[in-house]
């Protein structure tokens, strides 16, 4: 594989996240329901983490991946604290 197809191939993944990220915060804001709004929020830190990822694999930096990580887990965190808001009412039992 050589480099210039794949620097080009980051630069396609890079656009599309983008504008995939243009769509969940669409759907985060413009959402008709609260499950909407959740569930577009999550869409955005997926993509967010991905997006850094693609710029860690461009610019070879360690700290991309580190960032990635943490946007993983508390965007995990975070869903399943708004998940569970929604549905009783109340996080912390």
Do not use: H
Not at 39 to 48: E, F, I, P, R, S
Not at 52 to 79: C, D, K, M, P
Request: hydrophobic fraction near 60%.
């Amino acid at each position: 594989m050589s480099i210039e197809l794949l620097s080009w191939s980051i630069i396609a993944a890079q656009i599309c996240l983008g504008l995939a990220m243009i769509c969940a915060t669409f759907r985060m804001v413009k959402g008709p329901r609260a499950q909407d709004r959740v569930l577009g929020l999550d869409t955005l830190y997926v993509n967010a983490m991905l997006l850094l990822l693609t710029f860690g694999i461009a610019s070879n930096s360690q700290a991309y991946f580190e960032a990635a990580l943490v946007i993983s887990v508390l965007g995990f965190v975070g869903t399943v604290a708004l998940a569970k808001f929604l549905m009783r009412g109340e996080v912390i039992e």
